[in-house]
């Protein structure tokens, strides 16, 4: 039987990492947080792995996000050595990853290209790996019952409720409400929003001219982007 006892969230930052973390979290039957402090919820595959030695006595899921450390590196021989581990990888259009902007800065854009190219990268090395489950944010935002079915098909998991009822279950603390704004429903206007601003528009037309690999590496993750 294919066990899932822990779940590890992977992808850029202001992908949706921490949206999915707690959508297992507060949907899946057995799902449990990990939190390495009361304020932080974000570890290295090899800490999640350390918590399952040894086995829990009763049913459980474990669900963390990757930290930033971490965000970048992932050791392919360690993650076949604990198949009962299973990795949820975020996707984002590259233009909202570009042009959100930091929390604590208004007008500073979180994510450098040079970062993404990386996490695009990384996401290459390990997307055909069994234990990984490739979870677009567009899809999550607009459909996200049927995210929910196919991650419990996948994990081996049962719900316990649905994906679009589970942010009135979200716990509340600074990590939380800091990476995605606000504790609210799932918004399907969160998806686009570069179209509207003129600023945005050119400072990502730069963005493409200076990073090409930008280009072909969303293409080979299913985004097709225009640089002109």
Same mark, same amino acid.
């Given at each position: 039987?294919?066990?899932?006892?822990?779940?590890?969230?992977?992808?850029?930052?202001?992908?949706?990492?921490?949206?999915?973390?707690?959508?297992?979290?507060?949907?899946?039957?057995?799902?449990?947080? #990990?939190?390495?402090?009361?304020?932080?919820?974000?570890?290295?595959?090899?800490?999640? /792995?350390?918590?399952?030695?040894?086995?829990?006595?009763?049913?459980?899921?474990?669900?963390?996000?990757?930290?930033?450390?971490?965000?970048?590196?992932?050791?392919?021989?360690?993650?076949?050595?604990?198949?009962?581990?299973?990795?949820?990888?975020?996707?984002?259009?590259?233009?909202?990853?570009?042009?959100? =902007?930091? @929390?604590?800065?208004?007008?500073?854009?979180? #994510? =450098? @290209?040079?970062?993404?190219?990386?996490?695009?990268?990384? &996401?290459?090395?390990?997307?055909?790996?069994?234990? /990984?489950?490739?979870?677009? &944010?567009?899809?999550?935002? =607009?459909?996200?019952? %049927?995210?929910?079915?196919?991650?419990?098909?996948?994990?081996?998991? #049962?719900?316990?409720?649905?994906?679009?009822?589970?942010?009135?279950?979200? @716990?509340?603390?600074?990590?939380?409400?800091?990476?995605?704004?606000?504790?609210?429903?799932?918004?399907?206007?969160?998806?686009?929003?570069?179209?509207?601003? @003129?600023?945005?528009?050119? &400072?990502?037309?730069?963005?493409?001219?200076?990073? $090409?690999?930008? /280009?072909?590496? %969303?293409?080979?993750?299913?985004?097709?982007?225009? $640089?002109?």
């Amino acid at each position: 039987m294919n066990i899932t006892r822990a779940i590890y969230i992977q992808g850029c930052a202001r992908s949706g990492n921490t949206l999915i973390r707690e959508l297992c979290v507060s949907a899946f039957q057995g799902a449990e947080l #990990v939190k390495l402090a009361e304020h932080r919820a974000e570890c290295s595959l090899a800490h999640l /792995v350390g918590l399952l030695r040894p086995p829990a006595a009763g049913p459980r899921v474990l669900v963390a996000s990757r930290n930033y450390e971490n965000s970048l590196a992932m050791d392919r021989k360690f993650l076949r050595a604990n198949p009962d581990v299973k990795i949820l990888w975020m996707l984002r259009d590259p233009r909202d990853i570009l042009t959100s =902007t930091h @929390p604590d800065q208004p007008g500073k854009f979180y #994510v =450098t @290209p040079e970062r993404l190219i990386q996490s695009l990268q990384l &996401y290459g090395q390990f997307k055909e790996e069994a234990q /990984v489950f490739t979870v677009r &944010y567009e899809e999550l935002v =607009t459909n996200a019952d %049927a995210v929910q079915n196919r991650i419990a098909q996948s994990f081996n998991l #049962v719900a316990s409720r649905k994906f679009v009822e589970a942010h009135k279950f979200f @716990p509340r603390f600074h990590e939380n409400v800091r990476a995605m704004h606000s504790i609210r429903p799932i918004d399907a206007n969160s998806v686009q929003k570069w179209r509207n601003n @003129p600023a945005h528009q050119q &400072y990502l037309q730069q963005i493409f001219a200076s990073h $090409p690999a930008i /280009v072909s590496l %969303a293409r080979e993750c299913g985004y097709e982007i225009n $640089p002109v």
